[in-house]
């Protein structure tokens, strides 16, 4: 299988851009801007994997499998934390400081990333998500389009809250 890894370095500038621009440009420290700090290494990080496992992917045979899958977990794991880290900072932004998620919001946020990592970091030994042939190449699991309705669940998330919440977000915040 040969990918297009173009994509995911001109992913890996941007991110670094991101991050140096946060790092250097941040005065105050707040709930909002440490949400958006631990989205912005999160997805540096998916980034770093993805590019890693496009390599070891490529070149399986040079790679062990019990590697191909370690990486290709921490890659999984990181790009599908992204959504739930997206919608965390957009309600700390509409929250007041004091005031923290309720019950049912920690619930509604934590369910679906945990079933995601449930599914990420059992699938060495389920092969729902992802899997390696006896000759050490990539296949796509039976279980994988969950992760893709996990994110769609995420979406869906966010624009019901925005709708809700559009008075207390910022014109900023909603572009």
């Not at 707040?30 to 631990?38: E, G, M, Y």
């Not at 790679?63 to 880290?85: G, K, M, Q, V």
């Not at 899997?131 to 389009?145: D, H, L, M, P």
Request: charged share 10%; hydrophobic share 55%.
């Amino acid at each position: 299988m040969r990918y297009i890894y173009h994509y995911d370095v001109a992913a890996f500038f941007i991110s670094i851009v991101i991050l140096f621009n946060l790092f250097v440009s941040q005065r105050i420290k707040t709930r909002v801007s440490k949400a958006f700090k631990v989205l912005a290494i999160d997805l540096f990080l998916a980034t770093i994997f993805d590019i890693i496992t496009i390599f070891t992917i490529s070149f399986y045979q040079l790679c062990p499998i019990w590697l191909n899958y370690l990486l290709n977990i921490l890659a999984l794991l990181t790009y599908n934390s992204l959504p739930a880290f997206y919608i965390i900072s957009i309600m700390y932004s509409s929250l007041p400081e004091e005031q923290d998620f309720t019950v049912v919001q920690k619930l509604f946020l934590a369910i679906p990333v945990c079933a995601a990592g449930f599914l990420i970091i059992t699938t060495p030994f389920t092969k729902a998500i992802i899997y390696f042939t006896a000759e050490g190449q990539y296949k796509i699991g039976s279980a994988f389009n969950t992760l893709i309705v996990i994110g769609f669940v995420y979406l869906i998330m966010v624009i019901v809250y925005g709708i809700l919440k559009r008075k207390t977000l910022r014109t900023e915040q909603t572009i």
